[in-house]
């Protein structure tokens, strides 16, 4: 019900933009997030917003490179994503939750609804 797609490869310091579109049901009152997972780790919470699309936070390692947007009419949401570095490899997981708490935004069990992933690799 989640597809992301836009993921590729780049070089250090270039951009990509990622795209998650939702099908079968609307997720326009969810909370959507973005998460990644590099090889061999956890999977991490990148960035969050909530459904008005006026609140949103960022990992520490994405805080002004990073960038969450949504648009509720096209049930998609977006994350665009500036001055890669090697370090943002990963495949990177659209979600959508009704998380009802801020404190809670940045749990993975937070979110109901995940997508396929997408691979980002940065090269050096």
């Known amino acids: 019900q989640l597809q992301a797609y836009g993921g590729g490869l780049v070089q250090t310091g270039g951009s990509l933009r990622l795209s998650c579109v939702a099908s079968g049901r609307t997720f326009t009152s969810y909370t959507l997030a973005w998460f990644r997972q590099a090889p061999g780790k956890d999977r991490d919470f990148i960035a969050h917003i909530n459904w008005r699309g006026d609140s949103t936070s960022y990992a520490d390692s994405v805080k002004g490179r990073f960038t969450i947007s949504r648009d509720n009419a096209k049930n998609t949401v977006y994350l665009q994503m500036n001055s890669l570095k090697p370090e943002d490899t990963a495949v990177y997981y659209c979600?959508?939750?009704?998380?009802?708490?801020?404190?809670?935004?940045?749990?993975?069990?937070?979110?109901?609804?995940w997508g396929q992933g997408t691979q980002v690799t940065v090269s050096s």
């Open positions: 979600a959508a939750g009704l998380v009802h708490a801020v404190q809670y935004v940045t749990s993975a069990p937070s979110y109901d609804y």
